[in-house]
């Protein structure tokens, strides 16, 4: 069965820097798209970064372009997201997603914490 977990977050202060990790199994990583999402206290949970299978493509939500970056390791089944610049409005709840013979699976998220 298709598993997503998540690690990596923590609590910062604003400008620091994390690194989240989602390591995927149960279905061909290699061949899939990956996304990263987060859900702010009382609020929606909102899209944040795609990475296609093979890295030649990433998008982001306008809000973190140049300070987060959607990388993947293929061999290692894992997604990750580098978080530069912290800043309090990036606190969260971060998941990864992913699409997968047409169902939607979603690990159980980390939370990341930003306050001085």
């Known amino acids: 069965q298709v598993q997503l977990v998540e690690s990596g977050g923590d609590s910062v202060q604003p400008g620091g820097s994390l690194r989240l990790s989602c390591a995927a199994s149960g279905f061909t990583f290699a061949s899939a798209a990956m996304r990263w999402y987060r859900q702010p206290p009382g609020k929606e949970r909102e899209f944040v970064a795609l990475i296609t299978s093979d890295s030649s493509n990433t998008n982001y939500i306008d809000s973190v372009k140049g300070r987060f970056t959607i990388s993947r390791d293929n061999a290692k089944n894992t997604l990750y997201l580098q978080m530069n610049s912290l800043e309090p409005e990036d606190a969260a709840v971060y998941y990864c997603?992913?699409?997968?013979?047409?169902?939607?699976?979603w690990g159980q998220g980390t939370q990341v914490t930003v306050s001085s």
């Open positions: 997603n992913v699409l997968w013979s047409w169902k939607e699976y």
